[in-house]
C-alpha cells in the first residue's frame, strides 16, 4: 500500500470518528444536558416588587423521555410568581399525558400558553437540508399525525392558565395586574392578531410561538414589555465561528435564541445574552438606535423532533427572567 493511500486512510478514519463522536455527543446534549437561563430584566415600574417568569418552551415530549419529564416538574422549585409556555410541547398522541404529568407541579402557578405546529400535528421525517433554502418545516414524507390540542388547552384552562390563541388575556401574578396578548403559531399563518380592547396592565406581554417579525412588530405596535417566543431550538446545531446555522423562521442567525430586544439594542446596549460561544454577531445587530424597542425572550427550548434527536453546542433550556423595576 503507498504511503499517500496509508495516509488517506487513515486521514478517512480519524474523520469518521470525529463525526461519530459528534453525533454521540449531539445525542447525550439533547436528551442530557438540560439548562436553566437566568436573565434580570428591568422593566417594570420604579417600586414595583420583583416578578419571577418561567418560560418554557418546545418539550416536543414523549412518554419515554423521563429525564425530561423529571427536569421540567423540578422547575417548580424555583417558586415563579408567572408561567408563560410557547407551545410545540408533545411529539405524538400519547405524549400529551407527558406534558401534563411534566407540568402539573406548574399548573398551579398562574400562567399563559399558545401552541406550536407540533402541538396540532405529530412530527414526520423531514429533508433537513430544505430548511437552509427558506424559513420552512421542511418537506413532508408523510402526513403527520393529528395531535390532540384542544384537548390538551381544555387541561391548561381548568387549571388557571390563560389561552392566548389569537386571544388577550388578564392575570394577576404577585399582586401584579398583568394583560397579555398572544397568536397562534405565525409558521404555519396560523396567527390573527386580535384586536385592541384598550386594557394594559402595569406589565403587558407578548407571546407567541415562532418569532417572525411581522408578529414582534404588532406586540411592539400593542405596546407590549416584553414578548415571549420558542420555536427555533436555538439552531439546534451551532458551529464554533459561524453560530446558528438556521432558525427556522425570517429571524437571522444571531437572534436564534437568548434574552435580546425588538427591533434594536437592549436598554442595557447588549444585543443579546447569552452570546454562544464563538457565534458572531453582525457589526450593525450593536449599534444603537433611537427606535423604541421591547425585551424580547427566544428560548432555545427543551425538546427536539423525535426524527433529529441531536442538538450540537446549543443545549436544552427553560429561562427564569427576573423582572424588576426600571
Same mark, same amino acid.
Given at each position: 500500500?503507498?504511503?499517500?493511500?496509508?495516509?488517506?486512510?487513515?486521514?478517512?478514519?480519524?474523520?469518521?470518528?470525529?463525526?461519530?463522536? +459528534?453525533?454521540? %455527543?449531539?445525542?447525550?446534549? +439533547?436528551?442530557?444536558?438540560?439548562? #436553566?437561563?437566568?436573565?434580570?430584566?428591568?422593566?417594570?415600574?420604579?417600586?414595583?416588587?420583583?416578578?419571577?417568569?418561567?418560560?418554557?418552551?418546545? /418539550?416536543?415530549?414523549?412518554? @419515554?423521555?423521563?429525564?425530561?419529564?423529571?427536569?421540567?416538574?423540578?422547575?417548580?422549585?424555583?417558586?415563579?410568581?408567572?408561567?408563560?409556555?410557547?407551545?410545540?410541547?408533545?411529539? *405524538?398522541?400519547?405524549?400529551?399525558?407527558?406534558?401534563?404529568?411534566?407540568?402539573?407541579? /406548574?399548573?398551579?402557578?398562574?400562567?399563559?400558553?399558545?401552541?406550536?405546529?407540533?402541538?396540532?400535528?405529530?412530527?414526520?421525517?423531514?429533508?433537513?437540508?430544505? !430548511?437552509?433554502?427558506?424559513?420552512?418545516?421542511?418537506?413532508?414524507?408523510?402526513?403527520?399525525?393529528?395531535?390532540?390540542?384542544?384537548? #390538551?388547552?381544555?387541561?391548561?384552562?381548568?387549571?388557571?392558565?390563560?389561552?392566548?390563541?389569537?386571544? @388577550?388575556?388578564?392575570?394577576?401574578?404577585?399582586?401584579?395586574?398583568?394583560?397579555?396578548?398572544?397568536?397562534?403559531?405565525?409558521?404555519?399563518? !396560523?396567527?390573527?392578531?386580535?384586536?385592541?380592547?384598550?386594557?394594559?396592565?402595569?406589565?403587558?406581554?407578548?407571546?407567541?410561538?415562532?418569532? !417572525?417579525?411581522?408578529?414582534?412588530?404588532?406586540?411592539?405596535?400593542?405596546?407590549?414589555?416584553?414578548?415571549?417566543?420558542?420555536?427555533?431550538?436555538?439552531?439546534?446545531?451551532?458551529?464554533?465561528?459561524?453560530?446558528? /446555522?438556521?432558525?427556522?423562521?425570517?429571524?437571522? @442567525? %444571531?437572534?436564534?435564541?437568548? #434574552?435580546?430586544? %425588538?427591533?434594536?439594542?437592549?436598554?442595557?446596549?447588549?444585543?443579546?445574552?447569552?452570546?454562544?460561544?464563538?457565534?458572531?454577531?453582525?457589526?450593525?445587530?450593536?449599534?444603537?438606535?433611537?427606535?423604541?424597542?421591547? %425585551?424580547?425572550?427566544? *428560548?432555545?427550548?427543551?425538546?427536539?423532533?423525535?426524527?433529529?434527536?441531536?442538538?450540537?453546542?446549543?443545549?436544552?433550556?427553560?429561562?427564569? /427572567?427576573?423582572?424588576?423595576?426600571?
Amino acid at each position: 500500500m503507498s504511503a499517500f493511500r496509508s495516509a488517506a486512510l487513515r486521514g478517512t478514519g480519524l474523520l469518521a470518528a470525529a463525526g461519530a463522536g +459528534a453525533l454521540g %455527543w449531539g445525542l447525550h446534549e +439533547a436528551a442530557q444536558q438540560y439548562r #436553566l437561563r437566568r436573565h434580570v430584566v428591568p422593566v417594570l415600574p420604579p417600586g414595583t416588587p420583583d416578578l419571577r417568569v418561567l418560560h418554557v418552551s418546545d /418539550l416536543h415530549l414523549l412518554p @419515554r423521555q423521563r429525564s425530561r419529564v423529571d427536569f421540567v416538574r423540578g422547575l417548580a422549585d424555583l417558586a415563579p410568581d408567572l408561567v408563560i409556555s410557547t407551545g410545540d410541547n408533545m411529539a *405524538s398522541r400519547e405524549g400529551m399525558a407527558a406534558a401534563l404529568e411534566a407540568l402539573d407541579p /406548574l399548573l398551579g402557578v398562574p400562567g399563559a400558553f399558545v401552541f406550536g405546529s407540533n402541538d396540532y400535528f405529530g412530527p414526520t421525517p423531514r429533508n433537513p437540508f430544505t !430548511y437552509f433554502f427558506s424559513p420552512t418545516s421542511g418537506h413532508r414524507r408523510a402526513e403527520p399525525e393529528h395531535l390532540p390540542a384542544d384537548e #390538551l388547552a381544555r387541561a391548561f384552562t381548568a387549571r388557571g392558565w390563560v389561552d392566548l390563541t389569537n386571544a @388577550r388575556g388578564h392575570l394577576t401574578a404577585a399582586g401584579l395586574d398583568v394583560t397579555l396578548v398572544g397568536v397562534d403559531d405565525p409558521h404555519r399563518d !396560523y396567527d390573527e392578531f386580535p384586536a385592541d380592547d384598550g386594557v394594559r396592565g402595569r406589565l403587558h406581554l407578548g407571546v407567541t410561538h415562532a418569532p !417572525y417579525a411581522r408578529i414582534l412588530d404588532e406586540f411592539l405596535l400593542d405596546g407590549c414589555h416584553v414578548a415571549f417566543a420558542g420555536h427555533t431550538h436555538g439552531g439546534q446545531v451551532c458551529v464554533p465561528g459561524y453560530g446558528a /446555522l438556521v432558525t427556522n423562521c425570517d429571524m437571522p @442567525r %444571531w437572534r436564534a435564541s437568548g #434574552l435580546q430586544a %425588538w427591533p434594536g439594542l437592549r436598554p442595557d446596549g447588549v444585543a443579546v445574552a447569552p452570546e454562544r460561544r464563538f457565534a458572531p454577531i453582525p457589526h450593525e445587530a450593536r449599534v444603537a438606535t433611537p427606535a423604541p424597542t421591547m %425585551w424580547l425572550n427566544i *428560548s432555545a427550548g427543551l425538546g427536539t423532533s423525535p426524527y433529529a434527536r441531536v442538538r450540537f453546542a446549543c443545549p436544552p433550556e427553560a429561562s427564569l /427572567l427576573v423582572l424588576t423595576s426600571r
